[in-house]
């Protein structure tokens, strides 16, 4: 089974204008267990004390997720997250040459010397080493099997492959993690952004290639166009990879409103597995055939994410729909009435921009058989 591993509280909390405070925290990462999280990052040591206060508060919560900090690659990092009392760590470096050169001077020797010295510290102290691989999608496979190699001798337990700037197609990135994985190195894990709107995409391409791991967040919420959305891979990984993961709806939703709100983000009301109408069905044909089989354009149910289905009557609404919701208040729809009324609703819908309520169409209706 694969492994989420949600960083909503470091990667999330980094996207601009986000800020989440101490209740926040402990509220998220409650939820996030109680939804099925694996492993939660939930922070960065480094930053400073009331960070580090924050990051025990969340120790303290004793959840079954793992909860590790994310650091850079030295030693400073690595004492800062060990003073919090944490087990577990991502350590990061830069692996393409851009980023090598901006952050190291170009050279892959210190690279690896910092790697050797700052792991092996860790390791000591009996942490789970993640190895950050920065920039892994525009970086050499070569290099990348030297961290590897380098990472597995000094204990790490794990390589994070980072597409950082979501360059990455899901074919490229099920070559590229299939080439790792072949290296048996070091399990591998998916750090995967949105950029070009493929992060969960990519994420699911690599654990088909053999990766283990993915990083989230709730809403997809991070740098720039965000990350792999926890409640979509969630729900993949249910429906679409068959794994026995058991989704509270209500939880679930709870989860995806605390964060948006602490966030200050509106949910869009097309968001897959949240958005409050992804069950609405206005085409003629859908709402007909949901009203014979509920399976019929939908691919698991409503109330799998909280949520019902609804057949709003609007522009592009047949007279399926129209019957449904006249015997709903128990009127016998009469065929030949229909087929005058529907012109009039697409009229009134189009010109005003919103669909028709119950109590109009009732009223309509009542008019039309007294002429």
């Known amino acids: 089974m694969a492994l989420i591993n949600d960083t909503t509280l470091r990667d999330g909390e980094q996207a601009p204008y986000v800020a989440f405070n101490t209740e926040e925290k402990l509220r998220i990462a409650t939820l996030l267990d109680a939804c099925g999280a694996d492993e939660l990052e939930i922070g960065i ?16 919560l004793g959840l079954k997720a793992r909860m590790m900090t994310w650091n850079r690659m030295k030693l400073e990092d690595l004492d800062a997250s060990l003073s919090c009392g944490v087990q577990a760590v991502d350590l990061s470096i830069p692996i393409s040459d851009l980023l090598i050169g901006v952050k190291f001077g170009g050279s892959k020797i210190k690279v690896l010397n910092e790697l050797e010295r700052v792991v092996t510290a860790a390791t ?81 391409s690599g654990i088909d290639a053999g990766a283990i791991s993915m990083n989230t967040t709730v809403i997809g919420l991070g740098e720039r166009a965000g990350n792999a959305s926890f409640e979509q891979i969630l729900m993949s990984l249910k429906h679409l990879y068959g794994e026995s993961r058991a989704v509270d709806p209500l939880l679930l939703r709870s989860l995806v409103q605390s964060v948006a709100d602490a966030a200050n983000i509106n949910l869009s009301a097309n968001a897959p597995i949240i958005g409050e109408r992804i069950f609405a069905h206005e085409s003629g044909i859908h709402a007909d ?22 057949f709003p009557i609007g522009k592009h609404s047949g007279s399926a729909t129209i019957r449904y919701h006249l015997a709903r208040m128990g009127i016998s729809a009469d065929n030949s009435i229909l087929g005058d009324l529907l012109p009039k609703i ?26």
């Open 45 to 60: 040591a480094a930053m400073g004390a009331k960070e580090r206060e924050d990051i025990k508060e969340l120790l303290n």
């Open 346 to 371: 697409r009229e009134i819908v189009t010109s005003r921009k919103r669909v028709l309520e119950i109590g109009e169409l009732k009223s309509l209706y009542q008019d039309a058989v007294c002429l």
């Open 124 to 204: 000591r102290e009996g942490l789970f080493v993640c190895i950050g691989g920065e920039d892994s999608s525009r970086g050499e496979l070569s290099f990348m099997r030297d961290v590897m190699e380098l990472g597995r001798e000094c204990g790490a337990g794990r390589f994070r492959y980072c597409d950082t700037i979501g360059v990455m197609t899901p074919t490229q990135t099920y070559q590229a993690v299939k080439e790792l994985c072949d290296l048996n190195l070091l399990p591998i894990e998916m750090h995967t952004h949105n950029d070009f709107g493929l992060a969960n995409a990519n994420a699911l």
């Open 289 to 310: 055939g949901m009203m014979k089989d509920s399976h019929a354009y939908e691919p698991y149910e409503a109330k799998e994410v909280g949520l019902t289905s609804s």
